[in-house]
């Protein structure tokens, strides 16, 4: 809509934010109601779903190169819609609702009094402090190295794109069938050093081997997205059950709140050190924080079941 302007474009970019920010918290809330059991691998189903929905753009560009920029507003757009038509219709509460409550801020600050909900929390914080500036970036990281290699993995920067974050839905399903079996602290812990591990060592591959740069990404994609499911499920085991949506809402806000920071700060780091090769290092304290947090979490007797794993 040319006639808005920037800034009119600017306020629809605003409110497109706060509307996909406000689907989360809902969201895994009401998914957590249809399971007890087995719901570390139910909420990863969900955020499998939301991966891949995140990686469809890089999709619908490698597609339609030769199309204006356009089609790929129009075609994420129409999803959405249809998104929205399917909640609104066919969706409501499973058989595990949890209780009813107005806002309270006394429970809101339990987020930072609760000690094991704080460290879940900084688990969640860490974690999102790398995931979405790799979404964000990775696409530009493919491109800069594009330009110095015969052959690129995927074919191009955007279906190199995809097709890292899409690897995410394996990751997402494999998290969820770990942590209800080894637990959710180190399901999250392992998932955060090994995403960690690709971070520091995807630049040594900048210039190829091709086939080495492909599954190293590919790696990272799946680890990178692979426990985040479960933070929200370690937070519906640990709050108060008439205040779970007011917990992941607040731990989901505050963690897409350092999305900012990271996407911000990532190009910032890419122009200080001279290029992409080893912008990705900037990510590293996000995971590595996130594993310690955990893994602390996992010591505490308040976290057992999180630790044993939820049966």
């Known amino acids: 809509l040319p006639f808005l302007g920037p800034e009119g474009a600017i306020a629809l970019r605003f409110l497109t934010g706060m509307a996909l920010a406000g689907v989360y918290p809902p969201a895994l809330k009401l998914m957590a109601t249809w399971f007890v059991q087995g719901r570390g691998l139910a909420l990863g189903f969900l955020i499998g779903a939301l991966t891949l929905g995140s990686s469809m753009p890089h999709l619908v560009r490698a597609m339609t190169s030769g199309l204006d920029w356009r ?22 509460e499973g058989p ?34 790398e995931l979405y500036a790799m979404w964000a970036w990775i696409v530009t990281f493919a491109t800069a190295a594009e330009a110095g290699l015969n052959t690129f993995p ?8 995809f097709i890292v974050i899409a690897s995410g839905v394996l990751g997402c399903l494999l998290g969820g069938w770990l942590s209800d079996r080894i637990g959710r602290c180190l399901t999250c812990a ?62 989901m806000g505050i963690g897409f709140a350092l999305t900012v920071l990271a996407i911000w700060g990532l190009p ?12 990705f290092l900037f990510l590293l304290p996000g995971p590595l924080v996130g594993a310690w947090a955990m893994l602390t979490l996992r010591a505490r007797p308040e976290a057992r079941n999180l630790a044993q794993g939820a049966r």
């Not at 089609?71 to 409501?92: D, Y």
């Not at 995927?154 to 794109?161: L, P, Q, V």
């Not at 910032?268 to 912008?279: C, M, N, R, S, V």
Request: a negative charge; glycine letters at 10%.
């Open 71 to 92: 089609a790929v507003v129009w075609a994420t757009s129409i999803s959405a819609l249809v998104a929205a038509l399917m909640f609104a219709t066919l969706l409501h």
């Open 96 to 129: 595990h609702p949890f209780g009813k409550a107005s806002f309270d801020p006394r429970k809101a600050l339990a987020v930072f009094s609760n000690r094991p909900l704080l460290l879940a929390n900084i688990g969640y914080f860490g974690h999102m402090w």
């Open 154 to 161: 995927f074919g191009s920067a955007s279906m190199f794109s």
């Open 190 to 251: 392992g998932m955060m050093l090994v995403s960690a591990g690709c971070a520091a060592l995807i630049g040594l591959f900048f210039d190829g081997p091709t086939f080495i740069l492909g599954l190293l990404a590919v790696v990272w994609g799946i680890s990178v997205v692979g426990d985040s499911a479960q933070f929200s499920a370690a937070v519906t085991e640990l709050a108060d059950s008439a205040f779970v949506g007011t917990a992941l809402t607040l731990q």
């Open 268 to 279: 910032l780091f890419a122009e200080l050190i001279g290029g992409w090769q080893w912008a």
